[in-house]
């Protein structure tokens, strides 16, 4: 194991510890048993994961030749409890009945509405509780955030970013939708999708803020590091969840094969795709693609299509062209060997990953 790679374990495990810590206060607040399912889900949801924004964050702040710290951790691990309020609310949108393996928020609350025999719908009383699960995750995002122990003149610089990260977060989700309300879409707003839905908040933003906690104040070479470098791989980080979206083992992603042809996702993959089949082969695509109730050999026949066309291959071309650009990036920036150690092989894992 190298030393990153040990220094990748010991993140994982403080940034699960300060979670613990931070949702066991929230007891004082979400207490009592009406409560508890909304706590045990927020705990639930926060179990596991593979942490890689809050660890861009942190080797943005040791990048800037910062120590480790207690509140570094603490900082980076509320970039968890965004991820959690984002992947409740994607769930709502998509309708999507599995998370990680075990049934998504909305589900699992509208399960505890019927096994309880109360009035009204479960469905929506499962819908409505996710919702409010989600902001709450997001307001403790925020607070986790601001009480995270770090120096105030270092949070007040990184606000900024932090705003800024959440809206494009928010605006990226929206920009999914729309994408599949107009039915088509192109190369470029594909791409506009990956970037604004995962590739800035799940690598960009949280690199940029550990690199301006650390320097203290924006600064050029920090927008040149976070788009040369991050901007790529959180590109090539959403290529991978789409093509693994479609090709992905359920048993390793948690999610039943083909749940994004299900919802009619209009990602990279599906734009090359249309771009280069036959007559024939796009409106098969166009046919099945957002259809409920695909069945394996539907999916089947859609991955068939994505391989013959090239578009997969093309994908996956793009996703190494990114990579190397990204690490091509790191060689000349001003940061620490060990941070650019850590962040190639960040950038290796995040487009390399199988869940």
């Known amino acids: 194991m190298t030393i990153e790679a040990a220094s990748m374990d010991g993140l994982r495990t403080s940034v699960e510890h300060a979670l613990r810590e931070f949702v066991d206060r929230q007891t004082a607040i979400v207490s009592g048993p009406e409560l508890a399912p909304l706590l045990q889900a927020a705990g639930e949801l926060l179990s596991g994961g593979k942490r890689l924004r809050p660890a861009f964050c942190f080797w943005g702040w040791r990048a800037a030749g910062r120590e480790q710290t207690p509140e570094i951790f603490t900082a980076a691990a509320s970039l968890e409890l965004l991820q959690a309020s984002a992947l409740v609310h994607d769930d709502v949108m998509d309708s999507s009945d599995l998370r ?22 479960a469905e929506q009383f499962g819908v409505g509780s996710a919702i409010l699960l989600g ?12 009480t995270s122990g770090l120096p105030p003149e270092a949070l007040a610089a990184a606000q900024p970013v ?4 959440r809206t494009e977060l928010m605006c990226g989700q929206y920009l999914d939708l729309l994408e599949q309300a107009h039915g088509e879409n192109t190369f470029d707003s594909a791409l506009r999708v990956a970037l604004y839905k995962s590739g800035k908040y799940s690598v960009e933003q949280p690199l940029r803020l550990g690199l301006t906690l650390g320097n ?5 070479w920090i927008d040149d590091l976070c788009v040369g ?20 083992d359920p048993v390793e992603t948690g999610k039943p094969a083909g749940d994004d042809l299900r919802e ?21 695509v166009r046919e099945l693609l957002g ?29 190494a062209d990114y990579l190397e650009q990204a690490l091509t990036a790191l060689d000349g920036a001003p940061i620490t060997d060990d941070s650019r150690r850590a962040l190639i092989e960040l950038a290796i894992a995040a487009t390399a990953r199988k869940t």
Request: glycine letters at 12%; a negative charge.
């Open 291 to 319: 259809d409920p109730g695909l069945d394996a050999a539907g999916v089947a026949t859609l991955r068939a299509i994505f391989e013959d066309t090239g578009a997969l291959q093309e994908c996956e071309d793009l996703i």
């Open 229 to 248: 470098y991050g901007t790529r791989v959180g590109i090539a980080f959403q290529l991978r969840d789409d093509i693994l979206g479609v090709f992905g």
């Open 135 to 146: 902001n709450l995750l997001l307001i403790w995002s925020g607070e986790m955030w601001r």
């Open 162 to 165: 932090h705003d800024h990260m």
């Open 216 to 220: 203290g104040a924006p600064a050029p």
């Open 264 to 284: 009619g996702k209009r990602t990279m993959l599906v734009a090359r795709t249309l771009a280069a089949a036959s007559p024939s082969e796009a409106a098969t």
């Open 100 to 121: 990680r393996g075990k049934p998504s928020a909305h589900r699992r609350f509208e399960a505890l509405h019927a096994e309880s025999g109360w009035y009204g719908s």
